[in-house]
């Protein structure tokens, strides 16, 4: 049997006074996901650890089967990954935004959905004059406001404030600090506060430097780099860690990620194939026919796994726009998922579908939080539950009851 996993970036969410009450899962017009779950067998799964922060590349390795606990070393080694950045042992790899700010608190995460051109202009002006002027600096482009920042023996002890967190907040009291006491275990990297205090002196010398160029882009208005945020920051993760997909051997495995980085990082250090589709761009206007297109010929191809992750909806909640939220759900389950079941349930070989969110980001609160989602598993033959819908509310009554974090891998791959 073939496993495909679809995942909704952040498409969980809380009820909405605006929609009666209910959340948007609930009031989408989803008839794909609901006809799953009616089918097949749901529940709910808790996919952030104690003690970590619900972010997409912990929640998305979580449900990969990865222990958080053994793996962990923050977003930015899997951005170095997702672009072929080769770290040594030593450097600190940190996940570098573009925000939007006006009047000193921070109006987008994302530059006001900068197109990765447009960015490309900035990130290599930073490094023209900052590279230049900190020879232990290098940043590097990766796509649209997400991009990488390399610093030599930097110290990953260090707490830093992720701006999709902390909308229309003021920028300057979100700095960088030390996480203290410095107890040791740092040999080889320069200390804490020593990290912490080159870091705030690059957001703020990146904030108007004399001589900078032009940000304006477009109809967009204008953004500067003031407030270059850092996401994730962490060494480099080793590649050594086997990936937990079970009976999957690494050349029959796919991965599908079409544009969100740290999960093509997972897929790097996962030893599974990246696959890149034309038009993907992580928003509400991405390719959905082409990422269903993509997966289905990757089963036909012989991988016996696929993992499809679509980010449109987290960042309509980022954005809190609920009209946009509910849009990209209803995309997914028509553009997405409704393609490729009416494909993979015509074939002789039965294929086991998942369809889930990572965590959910309430478009009422505009961040990520720590909740357990929703899940659907489907295949072939499966005996359901008695769920008929599929969203948070009626989940809770899915036979696969509450599961945690590698339990959801574990259940997945052991149909067959």
């Known amino acids: 049997m073939k496993h495909i996993i679809i995942l909704g970036d952040g498409m969980a969410d809380h009820p909405v006074e605006r929609l009666g009450g209910k959340t948007l899962l609930q009031y989408a017009n989803k008839p794909y996901m609901d006809m799953l779950a009616k089918k097949g067998k749901t529940g709910r799964l808790v996919t952030v650890p104690d003690g970590f922060h619900p972010g997409s590349e912990v929640a998305n390795s979580s449900i990969m089967g990865y222990d958080q606990n053994e793996v962990y070393e923050g977003r930015g080694p899997l951005e170095a990954a997702s672009i072929g950045y080769e770290l040594e042992p030593t450097d600190l790899a940190l996940r ?15 530059g006001g959905n900068l197109e990765t051109e447009d960015a490309d202009v900035l990130i290599k002006y930073l490094n023209d004059t900052l590279g230049k002027k900190y020879p232990d600096v290098k940043f590097v482009t990766g796509i649209q406001y997400r991009h990488l920042l390399v610093v030599k023996h930097g110290n990953k002890h ?20 030390p ?7 740092d040999e080889g990297h320069i200390s804490r506060r020593d990290t912490a205090d080159l870091l705030n002196q690059l957001i703020l010398e990146s904030r108007g430097t004399p001589g900078e160029p032009s940000f304006q882009c477009g109809a967009q208005g204008a953004w500067r780099t003031n ?19 079970p009976d999957v051997s690494t050349d029959q495995e796919g991965f599908c990620d079409f544009c969100r980085r740290p999960i093509r990082g997972i897929g ?49 909640g980022h954005d809190g726009d609920l009209e946009l939220k509910l849009k990209t759900i209803e995309n997914l389950d028509q553009r997405l998922i409704k393609p490729i079941f009416d494909e993979v349930s015509t074939w002789d070989e039965p294929v086991c579908i998942a369809v889930l969110p990572d965590h959910p980001t309430p478009v009422e609160i505009r961040t990520h939080v720590k909740e357990p989602v929703p899940f659907i598993i489907y295949y072939p033959g499966i005996e359901p539950d008695s769920v008929e819908k599929y969203d948070e509310v009626s989940c809770v009554s899915g036979g696969y009851g509450m599961l945690q974090l590698q339990e959801f891998m574990n259940a997945f791959m052991a149909i067959n």
């Open 268 to 316: 790097h250090y996962a030893g599974l194939r990246n696959i890149i589709v034309e038009g993907a761009t992580g928003l509400a206007n991405t390719n959905y026919e082409g990422k269903a297109a993509a997966a289905i010929q990757a089963l036909k191809d012989g991988d016996d796994f696929v993992y499809v992750h679509v980010e449109a909806s987290d960042e309509a």
């Open 96 to 110: 570098c935004n573009i925000i939007n700010v006006q009047d000193g608190k921070i109006i987008t995460h994302n």
């Open 158 to 177: 260090i707490d830093c404030a992720p701006p999709h967190d902390h909308p229309n907040e003021e920028w300057n009291k979100l700095m960088v600090k």
């Open 179 to 185: 996480i203290l006491p410095e107890i040791g275990g």
């Open 227 to 245: 407030g270059q945020s850092y996401l994730a920051l962490g060494r480099r993760l080793p590649s050594a860690h086997a990936h937990p997909l």
